[in-house]
């Protein structure tokens, strides 16, 4: 395997592990944080915001279309978060 490979699998793991953190962190305070004049909706907006640029950073170090049906995904972390801790 190149070098070049290698770091690309690094950064993309560090991209992915940090930001989907801070991502599955604002979801978690939005979802346990009293509602504060919408603070409980824009701490999801910007939740999903934070996986979409992850996903779309991941795609760009790799030299891929930002434009992929795994934006979806993006969502997929505050909606667990939400059901976990709301509705369970």
């Known amino acids: ?3 070049e490979q290698v770091k690309k ?3 993309s793991s560090l991209l992915c592990s940090v930001v989907m953190l801070h991502s ?3 979801a978690l305070l939005g ?3 009293a509602d504060k004049g919408g603070a409980r909706q824009g701490l999801f907006v910007i939740s999903v915001l934070l996986g979409a640029i992850a996903i779309v950073g991941v795609r760009l170090i790799n030299k891929l ?3 992929t049906p ?3 995904g993006a ?3 505050p909606v667990v978060v939400y059901y976990i801790v ?3």
């Open 65 to 67: 279309s930002a434009l």
């Open 1 to 3: 395997m190149h070098i």
């Open 24 to 26: 599955a962190a604002m």
């Open 31 to 33: 979802a346990t944080a």
């Open 9 to 11: 699998y690094v950064l």
């Open 75 to 77: 969502i997929v972390i």
């Open 70 to 72: 795994w934006l979806l």
């Open 86 to 88: 709301l509705w369970r």
